[in-house]
Structure formats: structure tokens, C-alpha cells
């Protein structure tokens, strides 16, 4: 009987924590994901920013 209620408390642990776990995971997740993107348009912006330099030489 011992072993049962160990492993209900386990279980019960794991599925109150799981949700937390994943959230914060996801949050994570999306953070980074953020982060990659500002980068992303500011490398953007700089091609950009070359693309017209060397098309006014270019004229």
C-alpha cells in the first residue's frame, strides 16, 4: 500500500506541475522567438539600407 500512495503523490505532483513546466516553457519559447525576429529586422533594415547605397552608385 505504501508504494500506491508514493506514487499517487508522484502523479499528482507531476500533473500540477507539468502545466506550469510547460508554460513556462512556451514562454520561453516565445521570447526567444521575439528576440530572433528584432534581429532579424534589423538585419533586414541594413540590407536594405545597402541595397540602396549600391544602387545609387550604381545610377
Do not use: C, D, H
Request: charged share 15%; no cysteine.
Amino acid at each position: 500500500m505504501g508504494s500506491f500512495s508514493g506514487f499517487g503523490i508522484l502523479a499528482s505532483l507531476i500533473t500540477v506541475l507539468l502545466p506550469f513546466v510547460i508554460g513556462i516553457l512556451v514562454l520561453i519559447w516565445v521570447s526567444q522567438i521575439k528576440n530572433n525576429s528584432e534581429i532579424q529586422v534589423k538585419q533586414n533594415k541594413r540590407i536594405i539600407e545597402l541595397l540602396e547605397q549600391s544602387n545609387e552608385k550604381g545610377q
